[in-house]
């Protein structure tokens, strides 16, 4: 049991370094920010280069929304902040 609480709070201490303090607010804005190069970087591919990038650019949003609000949404769960 000693040994699952060490891990766990290290499990804790890595989300912390993740999130690095970061609000709610912080997150949203990040991830807009990304989401708006995201969809500038596609605009340029798709009409400057010709290439499509749209299933790509999914994959894409999902793995920024999940870096985002993941550590955020889980430490909100456990430690209630």
């Known amino acids: 049991m000693n040994s699952q609480n060490r ?3 290290a499990f804790l201490e890595k989300l912390e370094q993740v ?3 970061r609000s709610f607010l912080a997150n949203l804005f990040g991830f807009v920010c990304v989401g708006c190069t995201l969809g500038l970087a596609n605009l340029i ?3 400057g280069l ?3 990038l749209t ?3 999914r994959i894409l949003i999902v793995a920024v ?3 985002f609000f993941l550590p955020l949404f889980i430490l909100w769960l456990w430690k209630g902040r």
Do not use: K, P
Request: aromatic share 16%; glycine share 12%.
């Open 7 to 9: 891990s766990g709070s």
């Open 65 to 67: 929304a999940a870096y």
């Open 50 to 52: 010709h290439i499509e």
């Open 45 to 47: 591919c798709r009409f």
């Open 19 to 21: 999130n690095d303090g």
């Open 55 to 57: 299933y790509v650019l």
